[in-house]
């Protein structure tokens, strides 16, 4: 079967940095990616890493280990408006979801 | 904005009651999708189209059926639904469906259903 497991729900302070790591088995692999969900909004797309390693972009980075079959999201400087849902999808021949991790920041 | 458009956000529909969910993107983009999302579950991957061809029916029920007319527009018939239908709808789209070019795809906001 395939599946990804992330934590349901992290909550953290504004400034603070936080890590959702992301855990898959999946029949075929291209690469990970993150995604964004504000409470009635739509999915955003965060980040993708298709080889092992860190990437960057501002505040938040993803770190991806084929070997490990686990990638994390880490939020830095957190925000009050970082507050979201936060989903890690492996890229097969489709995207397949997690079931998402719930993040609220705190003042 | 995404580019990505959904009509209408809100939908309370009958069992009996025939709807349907529309989706245009603005993109440019040649693949486009249907997923569904309930509380505490993963988003499920229902229905894919590629250059206006049907490539995915992830074991849908036929109570849902899938339009394509052209690579912009995607539509959603509903009929005979079932409480446990209720979800939001969401559509999204990405620049084809080559599985290393899927690493990004575009959402519309969705379509709230509740069915009565």
């Known amino acids: 079967g395939q599946s990804l497991e992330q934590p349901s729900e992290v909550t953290a302070v504004e400034g603070a940095i936080v890590q959702i790591n992301c855990t898959y088995q999946t029949s075929g692999f291209y690469g990970l990616s993150w995604y964004q969900q504000h409470d009635g909004g739509a999915p955003t797309f965060l980040s993708y890493?298709?080889?092992?390693g860190l990437e960057e972009t501002g505040r938040f980075s993803s770190f991806l280990s084929r070997s490990d079959s686990y990638g994390y999201l880490l939020l830095q400087e957190l925000q009050m408006k970082d507050s979201a849902s936060y989903f890690c999808a492996v890229n097969t021949d489709k995207l397949i979801f997690g079931t998402g991790t719930r993040l609220q920041v705190f003042p | 904005e995404t580019g990505v458009t959904q009509t209408p956000r809100h939908l309370v529909m009958g069992m009996t009651n025939k709807k349907s969910l529309k989706c245009e993107q603005h993109?440019?983009?040649?693949?486009m999708y249907w997923y569904k999302q309930s509380a505490k579950k993963p988003l499920e991957l229902m229905f894919v189209y590629n250059f206006k061809e049907q490539t995915e029916n992830n074991s849908v029920p036929s109570r849902f059926s899938p339009e394509c007319p052209n690579s912009s527009h995607l539509f959603l018939h509903l009929h005979t639904l079932q409480p446990e239908d209720s979800a939001l709808y969401l559509c999204?789209?990405?620049?084809?469906?080559?599985?290393?070019?899927?690493?990004?795809?575009?959402f519309g906001p969705g379509t709230r259903l509740t069915v009565t």
């Open positions: 999204a789209s990405s620049q084809d469906t080559a599985a290393r070019a899927e690493r990004e795809q575009y």
């Open positions: 890493n298709a080889l092992d």
């Open positions: 993109l440019g983009h040649n693949a």
